[in-house]
Nanobody
Framework: QVQLVESGGGSVQAGGSLRLSCVAS?????MAWFRQAPGKDREGVAG???????IYADSVKGRFTISKDNAKNSVYLQMNSLNPEDTAMYYC????????????????WGQGTQVTVSS
């Protein structure tokens, strides 16, 4: 099992930016970011594998960028042009199988970091 620790959440006004970080306790093949707003299902935001392949949800394309540092077993999510609909708890996830934005495809999860965007 991999331990994942997220950081970087906070409160920001619409149009602002935040950068989330997640560090894993050991090597992982792929990592992803999910989010869950109150009363809504958890949704995939972006994922990246160790080779640099990426996947994004349509709702964040052009605004969010996922990146990684293999040497640090870390993944980052740069979030720009934030809007109130981006308000959610953001979770880091890791797995070794296929790059995906389905939560059922990930076995290891962090505790989450809250992102709040005000209008």
């Amino acid at each position: 099992q991999v331990q994942l620790v997220e950081s970087g959440g906070g409160s920001v006004q619409a149009g602002g930016s935040l950068r989330l970080s997640c560090v894993a306790s050991r090597y992982t093949y792929l990592m992803a970011w999910f989010r869950q707003a109150p009363g809504k299902d958890r949704e995939g935001v972006a994922g990246i594998n160790r080779l640099g392949g990426t996947i994004y949800a349509d709702s964040v394309k052009g605004r969010f960028t996922i990146s990684k540092d293999n040497a640090k077993n870390s993944v980052y999510l740069q979030m720009n042009s934030l809007n109130p609909e981006d308000t959610a708890m953001y979770y880091c996830a890791a797995d070794w199988r296929r790059l995906s934005l389905r939560s059922v495809d990930y076995d290891d999860w962090g505790q989450g970091t809250q992102v709040t965007v005000s209008s």
